[in-house]
């Protein structure tokens, strides 16, 4: 059932520190073909080929993202991989220019698709946009993101929710282990690995220690250049959640990327830096940012609220952009009530740069060996001031 | 009724150049406080102090445009001048930067609020946002635009539909005479010439030689640092429009600059370079960048077509921004197709520098001297590629 492969690329990652007190917090260094990440790094999320309503040369130069994620269920359906492929991948087709994540659709199959059906070849669900039915197996997830030309693809898992049964995420736990090694090899057959392009694996198992540690065992042997925590976020209660995360950073090899996915709040954020994981992606910040929501190292600012009718404070002067500095709370309050779409523009750019750079923060207080001290007086303000 | 007013500000109007064949087209210099505008000048509209979908620094940056139009009957509803004022001004609170120039709220208070009921002291009307009634008179529409600290400000005028009656339109000519006499009055006493602001007066008249010329000599006597034409594109065909703009501008002092309102396309715009005309905005570029059509130098693109699909050729690589030339008609068919809001904001940016570049390179003819020569063939070849 599970041919033997041959290895995937060797993990061009480089562990610059760990903290010495925790032995949790890393800085390192990703490297991939499109470009170098710096760890621990957030990932703005760019759904459908954009970071919604941000041009490419603003997340590269003012949010100083320097990696972005695609949703592959998504660009499966529009434009499909076919454009992209001929546009030379996902980062050329929206001339972003660096590198990209990818996932591998399925979470959107369960979260987004009608009528699916789930079998060990893969999953049957109909587009939530025309009803069309559409085959996601793990090899047409891989191939999908060998034509998107993704720098980190990701394998098909199986994302059970926080309450499902025990025999539940222990079938979703092997069916995904299954799919790894499909993945693996089909991955092996595409341009990725003379590309340098790299696979990563997904651990589930959900609330179950055993399961996690079962299945983030089984994916190392796989012997994967990187691998993501799935399955968090998706109903739990936070300390369920960074027990989850700490379980598996504790099993997973210190000397490959770890990848917690869909997470968090910045607190969250900072909370499994120390924890010992490098990768984050959420639509919180430019979601919340659509929705008038600004978020400042004191909490977060409900820009729709009057007091801020003639206040021309700046947004936020302790981010460093000039969507935070240069325009007022009166303003963007005023561009909020006539529904203007350059409020969601200027809150999602200072939005994703107040998380790009807590990350920057967190490692360079890495790297200064006092992330423990500097990451829970950040914490403690954060939460008094909200 | 009409007392007599001390002088406006002098024009700091310097024109460059007029063109030695039709003796209309000409090349100028517009000195206003908040910086210079060289003319021919297209001007973006900033309806609700913002560009929509725009950064105010791609405005100057990439647009690349030297003044923008604010609609003061949007900015009086929201935010209310009083928070414009406070902030400064309305290209302080937009953190333009550079001159504005703002409508009298007449024109909008025609075609958007309800229950209106005109006056010689002024026009009673209802907010087409909530029903709360409203008093627009020429002094209110003076202080208003004293409050947003607009470089021009312009008198409320009535503007008459293309086919009212010849009585209709003669009493709007009587009205906006009287009007700016007020406006005059009320500018005096306010902040704006001290700061060296200008008041412009409008020319109605509409398909009436005699009282277009009745209208622009009654504003002439005023003698206004600068002219508008108004009540065109209101319903008349093209040539109409053309004639009653070449009607004015022959009665119209050749010292001061003169502005035609509301329009126009890029031909149009031309013709109307030729006939004198210097200054003009229009919401249509950036209208249609919404609705996913873009301008190029062959007429209009339709973006949404299927034949863009696999179409990776730049947007339009004769216009220099980088809107224009970075991004692939495919790509932006996509981001059209899944409605994402960065299409309008790559096209709004794209047609806005294709206008602002169009009336830069009449004015590179115009002062070269073969400004009629080189318009014809440019319409031309618009009108063949379209």
Chains 1, 2 share one sequence.
């Not at 040369?57 to 991989?81: C, F, K, M, S």
Request: aromatic share 8%; with cysteine.
């Amino acid at each position: 059932m599970n041919p033997p492969v041959q290895s995937l690329n060797e993990s061009k990652f480089r562990i610059l520190s760990s903290c010495p007190i925790s032995d949790g917090a890393r800085a390192s260094s990703l490297c991939l073909p499109s470009g170098e990440v710096p760890t621990p790094v957030f990932m703005p999320v760019g759904t459908q080929a954009t970071v919604k309503g941000v041009l490419p040369r603003d997340i590269r130069e003012v949010v100083q993202a320097p990696i972005i994620l695609g949703n592959t269920y998504h660009l499966n359906l529009r434009p499909g991989v076919d454009v992209i492929r001929k546009a030379g991948g996902l980062s050329d087709f929206m001339k972003w220019g660096g590198p990209v994540l990818t996932d591998s659709g399925g979470f959107q199959v369960f979260s987004l698709s009608k009528l699916r059906k789930i079998t060990d070849e893969g999953v049957r669900f109909r587009s939530h946009l025309d009803g069309r039915e559409i085959f996601l197996g793990p090899k047409e997830a891989v191939e999908i993101q060998d034509g998107l030309r993704s720098d980190i693809a990701m394998c098909l898992d199986v994302c059970p929710a926080a309450n499902d049964s025990r025999e539940d995420v222990e079938s979703a736990v092997n069916r995904t282990t299954l799919w790894a090694h499909a993945c693996k090899e089909a991955w092996m057959n595409g341009s990725g690995p003379a590309e340098g392009r790299n696979l990563f694996g997904i651990v589930q198992g959900g609330r179950f220690k055993d399961l996690r540690r079962q299945s983030a065992e089984q994916l190392v042997e796989l012997n994967f250049p990187g691998y993501a925590v799935g399955g968090v976020s998706v109903g739990e209660s936070e300390e369920e959640m960074l027990e989850q995360v700490g379980w598996i950073t504790e099993i997973l090899p210190k000397d490959k990327p770890r990848y917690v996915m869909g997470v968090g709040t910045p607190t969250q954020l900072l909370k499994m830096v120390g924890l010992g994981a490098d990768m984050f992606d959420c639509v919180m910040p430019s979601r919340a940012a659509r929705h008038g929501m600004a978020y400042t190292a004191n909490g977060t600012l409900n820009l729709r609220n009057e007091k801020f009718k003639e206040d021309f404070s700046s947004l936020d002067e302790n981010t460093d952009s000039f969507a935070s500095q240069e325009f007022s709370k009166s303003y963007l309050r005023h561009l909020i009530q006539t529904k203007e779409s350059l409020a969601g523009t200027i809150l999602t750019i200072h939005n994703l740069r107040f998380f790009v750079s807590l990350m920057e923060q967190a490692r360079l207080h890495i790297l200064k060996g006092d992330f423990e001290t500097w990451s829970s007086s950040w914490i403690r303000n954060y939460e008094s001031g909200a």
